[in-house]
């Protein structure tokens, strides 16, 4: 896969990508991630890329012609048709299902913004599809790129070593993780529960099951539809409501 970030900031991009899984998938050459900065193909003494909006107000809109150009550029540098994602506040929100479909793509273009926003004809000429990725004041597009780009990474098939394993990711059976614990057995803060010391592995895995769907019901409500659980997952959420759960379920 390749992805190509257009940015006032690319290397803000390509910098946070070079480390950890997407560093690593660039590593094994599952992932190519190119930057573009619209700054070099600006013309004029002052090279510039924003301009006062039309009809007054605060801030500055991108001008369309040095992002046209450079995302003309981005789009020749390699043979195949590229989906054009412009982030944006005004964008569908990304989910795990947008990024399984994205991560299937061989090509992706990521427009980012800053100031107010991009000229709207360059997006209505270029863009394929607006995305943000949640409610919340950026102060660009850059950390959402990102954040797309480590999210469609870790699906490159490789990217993941077995312990890192994307099937048993929250979101990827619908329900949040189970609580983690590592040495020692007692501390001060509380003991392990016993299961997980049991050796017990049908025992484990229960337990696993009903502390996900126990902490998913308590804290994404919206991610449940106890209609939608099956008999043996309902019995499991309605003994870890009875038994007050681990840790404590927060009552305040
Ligand atoms: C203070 C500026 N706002 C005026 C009402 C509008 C605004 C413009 C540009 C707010 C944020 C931004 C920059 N944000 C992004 O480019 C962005 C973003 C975000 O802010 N939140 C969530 N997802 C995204 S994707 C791109």
């Known amino acids: 896969m390749r992805v190509d970030v257009v940015s006032l900031f ?3 991009v ?17 992932l190519a991630i190119h930057g573009w900065n619209p700054r070099e193909y600006a013309t004029g003494n002052y090279r510039r890329v924003d301009e006062r909006p039309f009809g007054g107000g ?3 809109v991108m001008l369309i012609d040095p992002l046209r150009d450079c995302l003309g550029a981005a789009r020749q540098a390699d043979a195949g048709p590229a989906k054009v994602i412009y982030l944006t506040p005004q964008g569908q929100r990304l989910n795990q299902a947008k990024v399984r479909d ?3 793509r061989e090509r992706l273009i990521l427009l980012c913004g800053r100031y107010e926003g991009i000229d709207e004809r ?3 000429a270029e863009v394929d599809e607006e995305l943000s990725i949640g409610d919340y ?3 660009g597009g850059e950390l959402a790129a990102a954040v797309v780009i480590d999210a469609v990474a870790r699906l490159q098939e490789g990217a993941l070593n077995d312990s890192e394993s994307a099937t048993q990711d929250s979101f990827e059976d619908g329900l949040l993780d189970c609580p983690h614990f590592t040495r020692p057995v007692e501390h001060e803060l509380g003991d392990v529960p016993h299961v997980l010391m049991s050796g017990n592995h049908a025992g484990i895995a229960r337990w696993r099951r009903q502390q996900s769907l126990g902490r998913t019901w308590l804290r994404r409500p919206d991610l449940i539809d106890p209609e939608l659980l099956s008999v043996a997952d309902r019995q ?14 927060r009552t305040t």
């Open 10 to 12: 690319p290397e803000f």
């Open 14 to 30: 390509t910098q946070m990508s070079s480390h950890g899984v997407v560093g690593r998938a660039q590593e094994r050459g599952l």
């Open 58 to 60: 605060p801030g500055m």
């Open 102 to 104: 994205l991560a299937t």
């Open 122 to 124: 360059l997006i209505a």
């Open 137 to 139: 004041v950026l102060s």
């Open 236 to 249: 499991l959420l309605e003994d870890f409501l009875a038994e007050g759960g681990f840790p404590p379920v």
